[in-house]
């Protein structure tokens, strides 16, 4: 079974710190991305990877960066927390030699930034 | 006006119940998806269908390319099925969401 992790289930963090939330698959997908699901709205995707070092902006990447120095994790950095980054951050994985094929989420992180 | 929609927002039913969520979108796709997510978060794929219809145990997906719509069909309904139940569909290589349906399902 593919298994995607995420560092924490459960994170509060204080405006102005850096937050990291980490990802890591273990079926050597190519592709792997992250996306915050907020009530009303839907999963939004922030950033994806097709390949290590390489990242690609989703539609919402503003206050965000991320980093694929691994295939198997995917870091997703708030480089200076706001309240409005308070959010559900789902990561997923997925394998295709082009597009975005079945994705596979991990369990998520919620995150209160207070 | 969103990209998907679903409906309805917010669904319960009865054990035994048969249940149907609608996913209705506005943009040429490649594919469909059925996703459920659990409470606490977790979500697992269902379905991905480009055409006609695809059958999984006491789950049926449907898709109309024409009229751009699919369906999804719980048979059986049981408590272990209350979950929210997420569209999306790959366009042209991304995917967009609809925002769930939340099903409740009581013994």
């Known amino acids: 079974d593919v298994k995607v992790t995420q560092s924490s289930r459960y994170l509060v963090k204080r405006t102005g710190e850096k937050v990291f939330l980490e990802c890591v698959q273990d079926?050597?997908?190519?592709?792997m991305f992250w996306y915050r699901q907020d009530p009303g709205l839907g999963l939004r995707l922030i950033y994806f990877?097709?390949?290590?070092?390489?990242?690609e902006k989703g539609d919402i990447p503003e206050g965000y960066s991320v980093s694929r120095e691994k295939k198997e994790r995917f870091s997703l950095i708030l480089e200076s927390a706001s309240t409005n980054q308070t959010s559900m951050y789902l990561c997923?994985?997925?394998?295709?030699?082009?597009?975005?094929?079945?994705?596979?989420f991990g369990p998520g992180t919620r995150l209160t930034v207070t | 006006k969103n990209e998907v929609e679903q409906s309805p927002q917010n669904l319960t039913a009865q054990e035994g119940e048969f249940i149907t969520i609608n996913c209705s979108y506005s943009?040429?796709?490649?594919?469909l998806h059925w996703l459920q997510q659990h409470p606490g978060g977790g979500i697992v794929s269902l379905f991905m269908?480009?055409?006609g219809k695809k059958k999984h145990g006491r789950l049926i997906a449907t898709i109309n390319i024409q009229e751009k719509h699919s369906s999804l069909h719980i048979t059986a309904s049981h408590p272990r099925d209350s979950a929210v139940y997420i569209c999306?569909?790959?366009?042209?290589?991304?995917?967009?969401f609809g925002t769930g349906t939340r099903l409740q399902v009581f013994p």
């Open positions: 990877s097709y390949d290590v070092k390489m990242k």
């Open positions: 079926m050597d997908h190519e592709n």
């Open positions: 997923a994985s997925s394998t295709t030699s082009g597009g975005f094929y079945e994705q596979y």
């Open positions: 999306a569909v790959r366009s042209p290589d991304k995917l967009i």
């Open positions: 943009v040429g796709i490649s594919a």
């Open positions: 269908l480009s055409s």
